[in-house]
């Protein structure tokens, strides 16, 4: 149970051990995925979410059908 609670949790505790541990380089790495997710954040979201639609009619259709 603890190790699924530390996967789940990941998001919020690795930015931090990571800026406590090589503040330099985790800040640079933090800053360029904060750049990536506000570029390519709103893209990224509509494509899973379509990608999860899609997934989802075709499994209807299928048991529908078969």
Not at 15 to 35: C, E, W
Request: with cysteine.
């Amino acid at each position: 149970v603890l190790v699924l609670v530390g996967l789940v949790c990941m998001p919020a505790w690795v930015p931090v051990a990571l800026t406590r541990a090589a503040p330099g380089p985790s800040q640079r790495g933090l800053a360029a995925v904060r750049d990536q997710i506000a570029r390519h954040g709103q893209r990224f979201t509509v494509g899973v979410l379509s990608a999860a639609g899609l997934f989802f009619i075709a499994r209807g259709l299928i048991r529908l059908l078969g």
